[in-house]
């Protein structure tokens, strides 16, 4: 069975770091690319980032490039996001997904984990 | 503002058939596969369709794709009070190198 975790998510203050992670179980995890997809409370979702299989090719939405870093350890199954300089519109609730085929199509997604940035 | 345009809410009594819609352009849909995504309050969202009009394993036929150009469109049939959700639409943009999603689409079945 296909499980995504997430963790790491908290309460942080404007400026400052979180990492998330997400750790994968049920599937061959190398073999697929990996997505962050964020959800503000009541509005729709927002892809974040992804990453390749290898971790070769790594892409942003704008409003978070330079700040957030996408990576993965395929020796140990699990996907991060670290998380810098954040700012209160980066509170939302975090997913991590599963891309499960070579279009895009996010078939398998965890629980999420909250970030909240405030002071 | 989404990149991708969904309707924000669309309505229909049990039984019946609703579509929603899902509009682009060419630097998105036009030139990739559109998924569709079902999210009821509280949860996680769940992939109802992949490359246009594929279900994964243990999605009803009552749920369907479709894409023409730079458009797509989510229908389903027979519709139960348990469909009500939102559904958004997802793909991936070329000019942005990113993926979008639509704003979302509130489904209330009446």
């Known amino acids: 069975e296909v499980q995504l975790v997430e963790s790491g998510g908290g309460l942080v203050q404007p400026g400052g770091s979180l990492r998330l992670s997400c750790a994968a179980s049920?599937?061959?995890?190398?073999?697929?690319?990996m997505s962050w997809v964020r959800q503000v409370s009541g509005k729709g979702l927002e892809w974040v980032a992804n990453?390749?299989?290898?971790?070769?090719?790594?892409y942003y939405v704008d409003s978070v490039k330079g700040r957030f870093t996408i990576s993965r350890d395929n020796a140990k199954n699990s996907l991060h996001l670290q998380m810098n300089s954040l700012r209160a519109e980066d509170t939302a609730v975090y997913y991590c997904?599963?891309?499960?085929?070579?279009?895009?199509?996010?078939?398998?997604w965890g629980q999420g984990t909250l970030v909240t940035v405030s002071s | 503002q989404s990149v991708l345009t969904q309707p924000p809410s669309v309505s229909a009594a049990p039984g019946q058939r609703v579509t929603i819609s899902c509009s682009g352009s060419?630097?998105?849909?036009?030139?990739?596969?559109v998924s569709w995504y079902q999210q009821f309050p509280g949860t996680a969202p769940k992939l109802l369709i992949y490359?246009?009009?594929n279900r994964p394993s243990g999605i009803p036929d009552r749920f369907s794709g479709s894409k023409s150009g730079s458009s797509a469109t989510l229908g389903i049939t027979g519709l139960l009070t348990g469909d009500e959700a939102d559904y958004y639409c997802?793909?991936?943009?070329?000019?942005?190198?990113?993926?979008?999603f639509g704003g979302g689409t509130k489904l209330t079945v009446l």
């Open positions: 997904a599963r891309s499960g085929y070579n279009s895009g199509g996010l078939d398998y």
């Open positions: 049920g599937f061959t995890f190398s073999s697929n690319w």
């Open positions: 990453i390749k299989e290898d971790g070769s090719e790594k």
């Open positions: 060419s630097s998105n849909i036009g030139n990739n596969y």
């Open positions: 490359d246009n009009n």
């Open positions: 997802g793909t991936w943009d070329y000019s942005l190198t990113a993926g979008v």
